[in-house]
């Protein structure tokens, strides 16, 4: 894929900018995150009626009580799986009345309790409902029934006693035997013939989700496809495909869809796939105004700006109504997959790697904040930093980006944007944006590295719901610390360096906005813990001091000289000042 230019780009009117396609994102199942970018005026709420749910006799609407009553009040013991959606509960319910039974009697069932908040949670649920409420297939995993009540989304499953078929591939023990050739024939043509239905319905219905972890296999080792969450209808009369935000999961979607390629390093024309740089474009979807605006702050802040922690923009295609930027591929995704997605290919970060992440992150943001025109990034969260092959971060995504308040301005007023859980209280509150709102959401990052938890997460008990709320009482206690470590550590960090990155979160998510730590001193703290765990936790002192002697000087971070691609940005000579842009200095020299 080359890299298209144009003579000018300017900010242009809604009415002459000829965007006619939505947003395309390029993250992987972003419907992990809590929320999206949206203001809080224009929240959408979660509807409240069953008035979307198509009319089907095979499903039954269950009460909130009744799946209480089957799954024991979902208790722990019942967990059957977990992800971002949230939990499965293992259930029994009378086979004839589908009432709820004691457990062990009756029939066995999956309860899958929904856990997100926002419209994106709900239109998957409600595709799973729509979808497995109208088809009947052997291979397609049964629905018995749904739960719309208040806020709760809850789906009713038949149950499948040896789990997916990821669990019977990649885990080891002695539960999961390996499957025998005989038997991976009979998955692998279960799981074809439920594709097949789909696509010979007479609505064609593309999956979009296929992967090993969604085919689920009975007691017979019959395949059967589930979650039909990112399910969509296929084209229809002369279209040959049918146009989407990007989703699914990072190595199973088709190259064409997530649009992955190759270039030439030295030319930055394109080769052949598998020769040359890896690249990733993202493709511009979203009518109106505000797509473009921040198509064009994602061009115009990367483009001025080169460090190792932002993740690098090679170059951006304007070609009537299309829009794309074109980024070098990191491989190994995003944080939030590596904090809270389960299975083979995501193992849980080591505390030296979430230290080193950690770091990074903070360098990149106190980066920005060093700029001689200020920028607030504004959109600081997991999903949004991005790890390359050798775990170095990179933030990405600076569509919402803002130039920092300027001469005795204390702030920018904004229309307020972001991620729900990750915002300052305070911007929340008066649309007031400063560089300290970025540190807050740092410290909520900070937080979610420390526990390997979710900003919010339904699925925990009711106290435990709000990380930030729950985790701040903790983090001041040390003897309660424990409670807020990620268990999946071990013995990995020494208490000592535990604390001061308690210390540190909780400094930074202070509602005090003077009291917060600039990110020069988050990064400074950081490094000092880093050398503290390189010298062995705090054993060797006069080590640790050495190193932070020589490291005194990097505090303060001094730009690096652009990459020789970027000129082919900034050779156009419209695209600086169609947005507010950092000022000339010897950052972008």
């Known amino acids: 894929m080359g890299i298209c230019l144009s003579s000018q780009i300017k900010a242009e009117s809604p009415s002459n900018t000829g965007v006619s396609s939505k947003y395309m994102s390029s993250e992987a199942n972003d419907s992990q995150s809590m929320g999206s970018k949206c203001s809080s005026s224009s929240i959408r709420t979660n509807p409240r009626t069953e008035g979307e749910i198509l009319q089907s006799p095979n499903l039954k609407s269950f009460s909130l009580d009744e799946l209480k009553s089957a799954t024991r009040n979902f208790r722990q013991d019942s967990v059957l799986g977990e992800g971002g959606f949230g939990c499965v509960f293992k259930g029994w319910i009378d086979e004839q ?50 739960c719309l009540e208040d806020e709760h989304r809850l789906l009713v499953y038949e149950f499948m006693p040896r789990g997916s078929l990821e669990n019977h591939l990649f885990r080891r023990g002695s539960y999961f035997q390996p499957l025998s050739w005989t038997l991976r024939l009979k998955v692998a043509l279960g799981a074809a013939q439920g594709l097949a239905f789909l696509h010979n319905a007479e609505t064609q219905v593309i999956y979009r989700d296929f992967k090993t972890s969604n085919i689920l296999i009975d007691a017979d080792y019959n395949a059967k496809l589930s979650d039909f969450g990112l399910a969509k209808d296929g084209p229809t009369g002369d279209k040959s495909h049918v146009s989407t935000r990007i989703m699914g999961t990072y190595g199973y979607a088709a190259p064409e869809y997530l649009l992955t390629g190759w270039i030439d390093e030295q030319s930055l024309t394109a080769s052949k796939p598998g020769t040359g740089m890896v690249i990733a ?34 170059g951006y295609c304007l070609e009537d109504e299309h829009r794309l930027l074109v980024y070098e591929f990191m491989p190994r995704g995003s944080l939030e997959n590596h904090l809270f997605r389960r299975g083979s290919y995501f193992q849980p970060l080591s505390w030296t790697l979430r230290l080193k992440v950690a770091l990074g992150a903070a360098q990149g943001l106190a980066f920005l904040h060093n700029a001689e025109t200020q920028v607030i990034y504004r959109d600081f969260k997991t999903s949004n930093i991005l790890i390359d092959a050798d775990y170095n971060a990179k933030l990405s995504d600076f569509g ?24 300052a209280p305070e911007y929340l509150l008066t649309g007031h944006l400063t560089t300290k709102s970025d540190v807050y959401s740092y410290g909520v990052v900070l937080l979610e590295i420390l526990s390997g938890l ?69 990064v400074a703290h950081l490094q000092h813990i880093q050398a503290l765990h390189e010298a062995g936790g705090g054993k060797n002192i ?48």
């Open 97 to 146: 009345s589908l009432t709820a039974s004691k457990p062990g009697t009756g029939m066995v069932i999956a309860v899958k309790r929904l856990n997100q908040d926002g419209w994106q949670g709900h239109q998957e649920w409600l595709a799973e409902v729509n979808y497995l409420g109208q088809f009947s297939h052997p291979n397609l995993v049964k629905l018995i029934g749904y």
């Open 281 to 314: 474009v993202k493709r511009l979807n979203q009518d109106g105004w505000q797509g473009h605006q921040e198509w064009l702050a994602e061009v115009n802040y990367l483009g001025q700006f080169s460090h190792p922690n932002l993740v690098k923009l090679i």
């Open 400 to 423: 919402l980006a803002k130039d920092g308040p300027t001469g005795d301005k204390s702030h920018v007023s904004t229309r307020i944007m972001g991620t729900y859980g990750y915002a």
């Open 454 to 522: 979710r900003v919010v997460d339904k699925n925990r008990p009711p106290g435990e719901q709000k990380l930030v709320d729950w985790a701040k009482p903790l983090l001041a206690n040390k003897r309660k610390l424990f409670k807020v470590i990620d268990n999946r550590l071990h013995d990995q960090y020494s208490m000592e360096e535990v604390c001061k990155v308690a210390t540190l979160a909780l400094r930074c998510l202070t509602t005090e906005i003077k009291m917060r730590p600039n990110m020069n001193e988050v």
């Open 542 to 589: 006069d080590k640790v001091e050495k190193r932070m002697r020589r490291r005194s000087d990097s505090v303060v971070l001094l730009s690096q000289k652009p990459n020789e691609g970027f000129a082919r940005q900034t050779a156009v000579g419209g695209i600086a000042a169609a947005y507010p842009r950092p000022s000339a200095s010897l950052l972008f020299a």
